[in-house]
Nanobody, 127 residues
Framework: EVQLQASGGGLVQSGGSLRLACEAS????????MSWVRQAPGKEREGVSY????????FHADSVKGRFTISSDNAKNTVYLQMNSLKFEDTAVYYC????????????????????WGQGTLVTVSS
């Protein structure tokens, strides 16, 4: 059974930092693509970042490029999202997701199409 357990969300002031973590089990983590997807209140899901666990390559959406960094630890089956310089508009529920293929990227946007999803962790940025 695939399990994705996200943690690390919370309340932070604008300009602050948070680090999300997602522990995975039940599939081949080291050959997978791990993504972070967020959903703000009243908005569609938005792909934020993804990483290839086989070669470490990453992709970040323009909205977070230079502020967020995705990384993973294959020994711990865990993917991270370091979020710096947080803005009010980063407020959302953040989900980790997994797939054996990279998510489609269209027009610089990561399509939130992944096989497996975690339960989400809430990030609230106060202005």
């Amino acid at each position: 059974e695939v399990q994705l357990q996200a943690s690390g969300g919370g309340l932070v002031q604008s300009g602050g930092s948070l680090r999300l973590a997602c522990e995975a089990s039940g599939f081949s983590f080291s050959t997978s693509y791990m993504s972070w997807v967020r959903q703000a209140p009243g908005k569609e899901r938005e792909g934020v970042s993804y990483i290839s666990n086989s070669d470490g390559s990453t992709f970040h959406a323009d909205s977070v490029k230079g502020r967020f960094t995705i990384s993973s630890d294959n020994a711990k089956n865990t993917v991270y999202l370091q979020m710096n310089s947080l803005k009010f508009e980063d407020t959302a529920v953040y989900y980790c997701a997994a797939d054996q293929s990279p998510p489609p990227v269209i027009g610089g946007l990561i399509m939130p199409i992944m096989d497996y999803w975690g339960q989400g962790t809430l990030v609230t940025v106060s202005s």
